[in-house]
């Protein structure tokens, strides 16, 4: 140890004997920019000791904790007054300190200083000097930083998790929100993202003892961050990594912003590092598909669709019930299916080749085998709801009301390439409508039922009466712009009125158009 010691310590008595010189000159001559360029060549010293400045803490930090009486010494050391109650570490920082203040003196000295004066060029030579110096000075200061906080964090996680290492860099922490996919609830979480993977943990509640608790480490590289549009969840995003999807909520579109924009800025700059898709990155962003892909299904964690965003299997298409016919994720693709639909198991290579629950149709892909059954045509309730409102003239929520049944919400939807045809889902993410109403010839009446439903309106055409409910009035209105075209037989595509009229809309009220 003493020789690894006097690698790290040598140069200290040198720089106190620096120092020493540097302020006796200082006391006897009006000028400093001479002198500091004389000594300049001994500030690489300091380089020297900057340069070892991580080995040496290290070096303080495991003799600590492997030798009591080490640990002993130092601590008696640091309750002597001439100490002032700082740590060894604390000390040990000073030297680093030392070239910045210099460089700090000398930007004040040449501002106050006559640019006449006979110490300007030797003052202006030192600062040249000292600015290269205390930019390595600087380099181990932030170090030293990142280090400390890496260690607040170890302290926080219990330290079980090994992040403290020089090459980490935290960049954000805070609050977040996880939506459940089983049921409606959002969870408290939190968020550690560092320059090279993000740590997702739960909270403890406890006086005393680590913090949180690790649920998820998900790797910066392969992650994707998708921003999610929900009328019910306000400000959410999606995290898709290697390791697991999660679906996130903001307090606020501000602090999502803020999220996505640290997440992405991260992930660019882990590939530059890796020197990989550089040119792809823009790109990659524009349009990623929420979906898992067939080339991708069993390597990437799917997003799971949420229990209440269907209200049928998405492979059969039969409804659920409380009872016989219940709700199971496909931990391929994340789709909710019944028990029949997912009663096959693969190896899925995200969660480490385990055998996890499929649904038929990954099962077949993930072990590469060809369904010999013939894919039946789809009938037109058939049409998958996620399909249409991608590509959809409007789309919302409305209440619904066929003659004297009672109301239920529905998910309605007017396709562009069918926007003659009102198509209405149980939630937006079925794969079978419910019902489609063929608008043309239709009868519209926007005259509210009752007090209790003020944005409602009907269609009736002979014997059919449906009636609906809009949640205010300005998603009343832009839908009967779009009935009162169609039950002419007109398209927004042949009619530009609608189009100009929408965009005339302030941007806060055209959350309903998908």
Same mark, same amino acid.
């Not at 130092?74 to 001439?82: A, T």
């Not at 994340?334 to 198991?345: A, E, F, M, N, T």
């Given at each position: 140890m003493p020789s690894t010691v006097n690698s790290y310590f040598q140069n200290l008595r040198k720089e106190c004997k620096n120092d020493s010189a540097l302020l006796l000159c200082r006391t006897t001559t009006p000028r400093i920019g001479d002198i500091l360029q004389k000594l300049a060549p001994f500030l690489k010293m300091y380089g020297e000791y900057?340069?070892?400045? @991580?080995?040496?803490?290290? %070096?303080?930090?495991?003799? &600590?904790?492997? *030798?009591?009486?080490?640990?002993? +010494?130092?601590?008696?050391?640091?309750?002597?007054?001439?100490?002032?109650?700082?740590?060894?570490?604390h000390h040990m920082l000073e030297p680093v300190q030392r070239i910045p203040r210099y460089e700090m003196l000398l930007k004040d000295y040449l501002r106050k200083l006559p640019q006449d004066s006979l110490?300007?060029? @030797?003052?202006?030579?030192? %600062?040249?000097?000292?600015? &290269?110096?205390? *930019?390595?000075?600087?380099?181990? +200061?932030?170090?030293?930083?990142?280090?400390?906080?890496?260690?607040?964090?170890?302290?926080?996680?219990?330290?079980?998790?090994?992040?403290?290492?020089?090459?980490?860099?935290?960049?954000?922490?805070?609050?977040?929100?996880?939506?459940?996919?089983?049921?409606?609830?959002?969870?408290?979480?939190y968020l550690f993202l560092f320059n090279n993977m993000l740590l997702y943990c739960v909270p403890k509640f406890s006086l005393v003892g680590s913090k949180f608790s690790v649920r998820t480490r998900v790797g910066i590289d392969g992650m994707k961050i998708i921003e999610t549009h929900n009328e019910e969840y306000p400000h959410t995003f999606q995290v898709s990594g290697k390791e697991r999807t999660l679906e996130l909520q903001a307090s606020s579109e501000q602090d999502k912003e803020e999220w996505i924009k640290a997440l992405q800025n991260t992930i660019e700059a882990f590939q530059q590092r890796n020197e990989t898709f550089r040119n792809a990155i823009a790109k990659e962003y524009e349009d990623i598909p929420v979906e898992v892909s067939n080339a991708e299904l069993g390597k990437r964690a799917p997003r799971w669709i949420r229990d209440n965003e269907v209200t049928m299997c998405m492979k059969c298409k039969e409804p659920f019930n409380a009872l016989t016919r219940r709700r199971h994720h496909c931990r391929a693709c994340?789709?909710?299916?019944?028990?029949?639909?997912?009663?096959?198991?693969a190896h899925l290579e995200y969660d480490g080749n385990k055998l996890n629950k499929v649904c038929k149709d990954c099962y077949h892909v993930i072990i590469g085998c060809t369904d010999s059954e013939e894919k039946k045509k789809k009938g037109i309730l058939e049409i998958e709801s996620a399909e249409v409102s991608g590509n959809s003239v409007i789309c919302s929520f409305l209440q619904y009301m066929e003659k004297s049944k009672p109301w239920q919400k529905a998910w309605c939807v007017i396709p562009k390439q069918e926007a003659l045809v009102l198509y209405m889902y149980g939630a937006p993410q079925d794969v079978k409508a419910l019902a489609t109403i063929p608008l043309l010839g239709y009868t519209v009446d926007d005259t509210p039922r009752s007090a209790d439903l003020p944005h409602s309106f009907k269609l009736t055409q002979s014997?059919?009466?449906?009636?609906?409910?809009?949640?205010?009035?300005?998603?009343?209105q832009k839908w009967l712009k779009v009935i009162h075209l169609a039950v002419k037989g007109e398209t927004p595509e042949c009619q530009n009125e609608l189009q100009v009229n929408l965009q005339e809309q302030p941007e806060s009220s055209k959350t309903s158009e998908c």
């Open positions: 900057v340069k070892n400045f @991580d080995n040496a803490m290290e %070096l303080v930090k495991t003799w &600590t904790e492997r *030798s009591p009486q080490f640990k002993f +010494i130092i601590q008696d050391i640091q309750k002597e007054k001439v100490c002032g109650n700082l740590t060894l570490q110490d300007w060029k @030797d003052a202006e030579k030192s %600062l040249e000097i000292i600015s &290269t110096a205390a *930019s390595h000075s600087n380099s181990a +200061i932030r170090k030293m930083e990142n280090l400390k906080k890496l260690l607040e964090i170890y302290e926080m996680l219990g330290e079980e998790e090994d992040i403290v290492n020089p090459s980490n860099e935290l960049i954000k922490e805070g609050q977040i929100l996880k939506l459940a996919a089983r049921n409606t609830s959002a969870q408290e979480r994340g789709h909710v299916v019944c028990w029949k639909c997912s009663d096959y198991k014997k059919s009466v449906h009636s609906f409910a809009a949640d205010n009035e300005e998603l009343k």
